[in-house]
């Protein structure tokens, strides 16, 4: 659905976007991820057709947007990541504004609106004023707007930004709408965490480039250099410690009170091993587990840890 090779952008000397090269599958929900400045909104804008690139291709759906941006207006719906002010507008005269704006006739509007409304859940707000809205219904608003000329593909910068954990939910849930009707998305935050689950699939971008893509569980056990075990003996630690200190694949022990942590550099195959050992010296044990990844952690360290 989406392509993008080797797209660059420049302002003046500094390059924002550097030799960008991905692609994203028809249906995907696609989280682009980066510190700030990495040169999200700046991809966001050129893949919508308000920003041009310096070189590279942007092509959507088999057509490039920086040759025919034209063509790409109908299949495109973008929502940025900043919601103006407007006084005095209503949320029906709101989405009336942008359907007109897209040359949907008149007669055709109510329709559509009172269906996007539904979908974004703000059918109770019709005749409300937009600015009396919340942060969340505004953000919901906004998306309701992209959707007028029923687009195929939706770039969404930032969305969940400053929303609630129950106004993200809400979120999720229409995006989640969206893609059940074969929308593809493409979505942006500066917080992995906050998109993990909502996405498909992640791409990491730092300084203008991809850093990582894939699933979530991919992109995790990719990046993870470390795999962590914790182990958790009825009895006998120190038999325990020195059998652990006899396999090849451990790199270091920590001992706490009740267990021990491995930094474990092998296999799977490996690690049943060292369970095996265990069992087969008669250590009684109470849990041998794998400590789940950290998203945090892994986005810290393929951003070489800047601020999140
Ligand atoms: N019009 C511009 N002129 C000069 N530099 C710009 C311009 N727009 C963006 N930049 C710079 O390009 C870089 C990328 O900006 P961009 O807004 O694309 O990043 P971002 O990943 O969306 O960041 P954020 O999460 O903070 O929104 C930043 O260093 C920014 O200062």
């Known amino acids: 659905m989406l392509e993008i090779k080797d797209l660059v952008k420049n302002y003046g000397k500094f390059t924002a976007v550097d030799r960008l090269t991905l692609s994203v599958g028809k249906g995907a929900i696609c989280g682009f991820v980066g510190p700030n400045g990495a040169g999200k909104t700046t991809t966001m804008r050129i893949m919508s057709g308000l920003l041009n690139a310096t070189s590279g291709n942007v092509i959507i759906d088999g057509v490039d947007v920086t040759k025919n941006p ?57 005749d409300s004023y937009v600015d009396s809205l919340s942060r969340g219904m505004k953000q919901r608003l906004c998306l309701a707007r992209s959707l007028v000329h029923d687009p195929e593909l939706l770039i969404l910068d930032e969305p969940a930004s400053g929303l609630d954990p129950r106004a993200r939910v809400e979120m999720k849930e229409v995006l989640k709408q969206l893609q059940e009707m074969g929308k593809t998305i493409i979505i942006s935050s500066h917080i992995l965490p906050e998109l993990a689950e909502m996405c498909t699939e992640v791409c990491i971008i730092n300084h203008g480039k991809l850093a990582a893509q894939g699933s979530v569980q991919e992109i995790m056990q990719k990046l993870s250099q470390k795999r962590i075990i914790h182990i958790e003996p009825l009895r006998e630690m120190e038999r325990m410690i020195q059998i652990l200190k006899e396999q090849p694949m451990i790199r270091s022990i920590v001992e706490n009170t009740k267990d021990v942590e491995l930094d474990f550099t092998g296999t799977n195959e490996e690690l049943s091993d060292v369970l095996k050992q265990l069992i087969l010296a008669d250590i009684p044990l109470l849990s041998f587990k794998e400590k789940e990844g950290n998203l945090e952690e892994v986005f810290m360290q393929v951003t070489g840890g800047e601020s999140i």
């Open 70 to 126: 034209r063509a790409l207006r109908e299949k495109i719906g973008y929502m940025p990541d900043f919601f103006g002010v407007y006084d005095n507008l209503k949320v029906t005269e709101y989405m009336d504004f942008y359907a007109g704006a897209y040359g949907i006739a008149y007669k055709d509007r109510a329709p559509i609106i009172d269906n996007l409304l539904e979908i974004v859940d703000l059918s109770h707000k019709k």
